[in-house]
């Protein structure tokens, strides 16, 4: 679960304080809220940190970011944790360190006007920061401020012209005692958290698409069958017993060849078994492989195969890795290169 402070997004709090910086020169804005908007800006230009900090609820925003982005996270892990569980990890390690982090961000970029990446002790998150193209983010536009009384918004538009996507914030606002503006929430950090995932997804998937090609024409899989064997002594689980049949053609000898059955029709409820093949001085050619996957009773998919037995289109199997005897090896990327 602590994979989740990876997408820790001190990097939207940055683009916050930059959109807030600028809205002043949209529209022609005529007295406030713009004169608190020119404020701010003219606090992140001469790196004034207690004017920007009077002006923005940087730890209300950084909070309403935290349970934004991490809730939104946590619904898309699937590792089975309780209701108490998940909300101990939340309260007593997700939360206090990604406000942690983002705030010390948030504190470097106010002084220096940017934010350091340590190459020798650099954190998940900085590593985060680093491969989210900070540099790529633009301003498409920003909405006229709307006023109600005692509240205030404004919507402002992004584009990470590296990744390709959009996203956008709504800025709360609120009237301080002297008639001013303070910015006191943003919305929407949820959503450039999900952009964010899609492109970055999209980008692996295309780095990836050539790898498995080439993995493809030298272990070209023809075939999948599979039965229920017998499971363990008492009966609690059983033994799906896999046949690969497969065509290996390599230029030079293979050492193993690494991969993964997967079961299931779907992403949501599939599941995915690895496999390694100990290749070392075996031949090649088309030759059919043995795997066995123990079927978990409680694994969805593979208590369906227990009662119903397996139908051949919920099994597919994919080859992520093969290496060779002279210690070369190709395989699929399972994050973005740095």
């Known amino acids: 679960m602590k994979k989740i402070l990876w997408i820790a997004t001190g990097f939207v709090v940055l683009m916050l304080m930059v959109g807030i910086g600028v809205l002043v020169t949209y529209y022609g804005l005529q007295?406030?809220?713009a004169n608190s908007f020119k404020t701010i800006r003219e606090a992140i230009a001469k790196h004034d940190a207690e004017t920007f900090y009077k002006m923005v609820d940087i730890d209300a925003i950084l909070n309403s970011a935290a349970e934004q982005i991490l809730v939104e996270?946590?619904?898309?892990d699937k590792t089975a944790y309780s209701t108490q569980q998940v909300a101990a990890v939340y309260n007593n390690e997700l939360k206090p360190d990604f406000i942690s982090i983002t705030k010390r961000a948030v504190d470097e970029y106010l002084t220096t006007g940017k934010v350091s990446f340590d190459s020798v002790a650099m954190t998940n998150t900085q590593r985060w920061l680093k491969r989210s193209s900070i540099n790529s983010c633009e301003i498409e536009g920003i909405s006229k401020p709307?006023?109600?009384?005692?509240?205030g918004s404004a919507l402002i538009m992004f584009r990470n012209t590296d990744l390709k996507f959009s996203f956008e914030l709504e800025l709360e606002l609120e009237r301080t005692e002297d008639d001013g503006w303070r910015v006191v929430n943003a919305k929407g950090f949820d959503n450039y958290n999900k952009a964010l995932n899609r492109a970055l997804d999209k980008k692996l998937a295309a780095l990836n698409a050539p790898i498995f090609a080439q993995l493809e024409r030298i272990v070209n899989v023809q075939e999948l069958s599979?039965?229920?064997g017998e499971g363990d002594e008492y009966g609690f689980s059983q033994t799906l017993r896999i046949a690969m049949k497969a065509d290996v053609?390599?230029?030079?000898?293979l050492s193993k060849i690494m991969g993964k059955?997967?079961?299931?029709?779907?992403?949501?409820?599939?599941?995915a078994s690895p496999f390694v093949l100990?290749?070392?001085?075996?031949?090649?050619?088309?030759?059919?492989f043995n795997i066995d996957k123990v079927l978990n009773p409680f694994v969805r998919s593979d208590v369906d195969i227990m009662k119903h037995g397996l139908r051949r289109s919920a099994l597919r199997a994919e080859i992520d890795e093969v290496d060779f005897l002279d210690g070369t090896s190709i395989k699929i990327l399972d994050r973005l290169p740095e």
């Open 73 to 76: 996270q946590l619904s898309q």
């Open 226 to 228: 599979a039965r229920i």
């Open 278 to 288: 100990d290749m070392a001085y075996h031949p090649t050619g088309l030759q059919t």
């Open 261 to 271: 059955i997967i079961i299931g029709y779907n992403d949501e409820d599939s599941n």
């Open 249 to 253: 053609k390599a230029d030079k000898p």
């Open 31 to 33: 007295a406030r809220p």
């Open 146 to 151: 709307a006023v109600m009384g005692e509240n």
